[in-house]
Nanobody, 115 residues
Framework: QVQLVESGGGLVQPGGSLRLSCAASGRSFSGYVMGWYRQVAGKQRELVAAITSGGTTDYADAVKGRFSISRDNAKNTVDLQMNLLKPEDTAAYYC?????????WGQGTQVTVSS
């Protein structure tokens, strides 16, 4: 059974940092793009950052220069380092693994940026 389990969310003040982690299990994710999405209630889920198994990354314009995505292919983990957090980064963050045929989601972790 494939599982993606996120951790690391929480409450942080503006300008602070958080690190999200996602542990994937149940199969090999070699060849999968792994990424982080976020969703605010009433809005569509949006891509935050993604990384291929070869290490190529992609970021939403809103987080470029502040967030950094990394993955450990041997451990099937993907992390999102979030710095200089802003109130508009408040959302539920979801881990995702996908290839051309299949896609998997984690259950989400809440990030709240507030003073």
């Amino acid at each position: 059974q494939v599982q993606l389990v996120e951790s690391g969310g929480g409450l942080v003040q503006p300008g602070g940092s958080l690190r999200l982690s996602c542990a994937a299990s149940g199969r090999s994710f070699s060849g999968y793009v792994m990424g982080w999405y976020r969703q605010v209630a009433g809005k569509q889920r949006e891509l935050v950052a993604a990384i291929t198994s070869g290490g190529t990354t992609d970021y939403a314009d809103a987080v470029k220069g502040r967030f950094s995505i990394s993955r450990d292919n041997a451990k099937n983990t993907v992390d999102l380092q979030m710095n200089l957090l802003k109130p508009e980064d408040t959302a539920a963050y979801y881990c995702n693994a996908r290839n051309l045929i299949l896609g998997y989601w984690g259950q989400g972790t809440q990030v709240t940026v507030s003073s």
